[in-house]
């Protein structure tokens, strides 16, 4: 998990403005994922990216972006058409599809 | 899609209780993957579970595969406050690319 870096840890926007999270890992895993959490729920997936230049739409991407220009790097914009955007965001990497997934610290983001 | 059901969702037992969370498909899973987040945490991995039937022991905790691979259960045998925390399971879906998680059981222990 030290390989894998979410800054900043507490985020707060208000409401209309666009904001990107950032996630950085220096494992040299293949895979990234972004997940969203929230009070009392499981994780939800918003995208993943199983290579540089590829990414794929997850169970909740409406409202997201990102981009894969590098393998280390898979930021997360959440943009002003996210309805609800307040909540803890988790970045994962993956050495490979058959392994287990390695967890950043998470952004908690508030949206006032 | 997938979905793994996860049960129960809150647990509160007395230090030294034993505790378990299960985790039920209605599809065949290819693998079944544990988590732990401690309260304020990241989850981190547990273990992973690939073989039909399979079993594994990490101390306290015993983790289990179902025969047919669609049911998995958590044991943890008597618990600390040190396990504290939501326990997820996970499983690979879509092509293995994606990972579904369930929802989780929260834990707390009453010292």
């Known amino acids: 998990d030290g390989g894998i870096t979410q800054s900043p840890k507490y985020l707060f926007r208000k409401e209309g403005q666009n904001v990107t999270l950032s996630c950085e890992q220096n494992?040299?895993?293949?895979?990234m994922y972004w997940y969203r959490q929230d009070p009392g729920q499981g994780l939800r997936l918003i995208y993943y990216s199983q290579i540089v230049n590829d990414f794929q739409k997850g169970d909740i991407a409406e409202g997201y972006s990102v981009s894969r220009e590098k393998k280390e790097s898979f930021p997360l914009t959440v943009t002003s058409a996210q309805k609800n955007p307040t909540a803890f965001y988790l970045c994962?990497?993956?050495?490979?599809?058959?392994?287990?997934?390695?967890f950043g610290p998470g952004t908690r983001l508030t949206v006032l | 899609g997938q979905q793994v059901m996860q049960i129960p969702q809150y647990q509160h037992v007395q230090e030294g209780e034993d505790f378990t969370t299960y985790c039920n498909s209605s599809?065949?899973?290819?693998?079944i993957q544990w988590y732990k987040q401690r309260p304020g945490g990241h989850p981190v991995f547990l273990i992973q579970?690939?073989?039909?039937?399979e079993v594994k022991k990490q101390k306290r905790l015993t983790f289990q595969f179902g025969e047919a691979k669609k049911n998995s259960s958590l044991h943890i045998t008597a618990t600390q406050t040190t396990d504290v925390g939501t326990y997820f399971c996970?499983?690979?879906?879509?092509?293995?690319?994606?990972?579904?998680f369930g929802i989780g059981t929260k834990l707390q222990v009453i010292p």
């Open positions: 994962a990497t993956r050495p490979s599809a058959t392994d287990t997934q390695y």
């Open positions: 599809t065949t899973l290819s693998n």
């Open positions: 579970l690939v073989k039909s039937g």
């Open positions: 996970a499983s690979n879906s879509g092509g293995y690319q994606k990972v579904t």
């Open positions: 494992l040299n895993h293949d895979a």
